[in-house]
Nanobody, 112 residues
Framework: QVHLVESGGGLVQPGGSLRLSCAAS????????MGWYRQAPGKEREMVAI??????NYADSVKGRFTISRNKGENWVYLQMNDLKPEDTAVYYC???????WGQGTQVTVSS
């Protein structure tokens, strides 16, 4: 059972930056794929960015603004979010594929 804990959300003005962190515990091996999803009020949960090995995929809406990263051998994943827009406001969830798990989410609010 993988346990995921996110941190780093908050309130930021448009154009600002935030860095989300996610720590995975409960396994003693390097998890293959980790990623970030988000869910805005009244909308379905959507993929923001995922990474595994040398592969990184981003939603079109965040390309060039968000960067997902991991340190080799560690079950941490980060999401650097720059040039934030009001439409980025959502609860951001950390996720793993195998084994499948979700974090509790962290709120990101972009507002002036």
């Amino acid at each position: 059972q993988v346990h995921l804990v996110e941190s780093g959300g908050g309130l930021v003005q448009p154009g600002g930056s935030l860095r989300l962190s996610c720590a995975a515990s409960g396994v003693e091996y390097e998890i293959g794929i980790m990623g970030w999803y988000r869910q805005a009020p009244g909308k379905e949960r959507e993929m923001v960015a995922i990474t595994g090995g040398t592969i990184k995929n981003y939603a079109d809406s965040v390309k060039g603004r968000f960067t997902i990263s991991r340190n080799k051998g560690e079950n941490w994943v980060y999401l650097q979010m720059n040039d934030l827009k009001p439409e980025d406001t959502a609860v951001y969830y950390c996720s793993t594929i195998a084994p499948a798990s979700w974090g509790q989410g962290t709120q990101v609010t972009v507002s002036s």
